[in-house]
């Protein structure tokens, strides 16, 4: 099993920035695709962003691609999701998810077989 574990939201004015931080424990070794999930009050979760392995390769949702930006640091079995010219739509709980080997990367969530508890981000005009 996997364990995940996400800090780092908060409130924050529209046009601020926040980082938010995902740490995995248990058998990481089995990881192969790390990614970010959203969901807003009423709607479903959506795709954020995602992390090859090696961090070489990532993909990011319209909505906030030019603004998100995902990193991972294997030896700290770590991945970051840097928020930048935060919007009141970002508002949302954010979800740290991970894929095992054999996983297509990309944004369908049944692709994921761990999750975080997630964080909450809000943002205000």
């Known amino acids: 099993q996997v364990q995940l574990v996400e800090s780092g939201g908060g409130l924050v004015q529209a046009g601020g920035s926040l980082r938010l931080s995902c740490a995995a424990s248990g058998r990481t070794f089995s990881i192969v695709v790390m990614g970010w999930f959203r969901q807003a009050p009423g709607k479903e979760r959506e795709f954020v962003a995602v992390?090859?392995?090696?961090?070489?390769?990532?993909d990011y949702a319209a909505s906030v691609k030019g603004r998100f930006i995902i990193s991972r640091d294997n030896a700290k079995n770590t991945v970051n999701l840097e928020m930048r010219s935060l919007k009141p739509e970002d508002t949302a709980v954010y979800y740290c998810a991970a894929a095992p080997m054999g996983r297509t990367m990309g944004p369908n969530p049944h692709e994921y077989d761990y999750w975080g508890q997630g964080t909450q981000v809000t943002v205000s005009a």
């Open positions: 992390i090859s392995r090696r961090g070489g390769s990532t």
